[in-house]
């Protein structure tokens, strides 16, 4: 491996397993690699540039579904629905400032977010569990919405997960 792959591969890890904000870890690689002047100053090819940005979407992926998967609703991992909605809003600008098609992705997080409610309203119902929802019905609809999840598509009895819990 040349030193040129190796200070990608490394910087393809970093933003891959970054924090809550990948886009943050890419342009903190783009600048260590392109224009730190302690850096390796390096132009970057279209396909080297490329992995990194599918990186950010990876992480992003790991981030939405890991806050639609019901498994981790009791965890401290998760961080609700509200952050998935502002994950999902960030994740768009960053694929529209990158020229990216996301389509995939969207496909899936609407898929997770039609499984997550369905459980999570057949939990609740059942009296097994109070919502964990942490957002309001119309940030969930508009959600719903920009992902491709239709309204039929939602539980019948989507309003019992927005009422207050005793």
Known sequence: ???????LAEEILIVRHSGE???IAFHSSLYYLCEDPAGPQLTLRGKELEILRQQVVARYRDILLRDLS???RDARI??????????????????VRQAMA???VRQEIAAALHTFLHQEAAEVRAGFRQ??????KEE?????GKIGVRPEQLPNDLELL?????
């Open 70 to 72: 019901p498994e981790n």
């Open 21 to 23: 904000i990948p886009e």
């Open 140 to 144: 969930l609809e508009g959600f719903a």
């Open 78 to 95: 998760y961080r609700g629905l509200r952050r998935c909605i502002f994950n999902w809003e960030r994740l768009g600008k960053f694929s």
């Open 102 to 104: 996301v389509e995939d």
């Open 162 to 166: 927005f009422c207050p819990q005793a």
């Open 131 to 136: 919502s964990c929802l942490n957002c309001s």
């Open 1 to 7: 491996m040349t030193d040129r792959e190796s200070l």
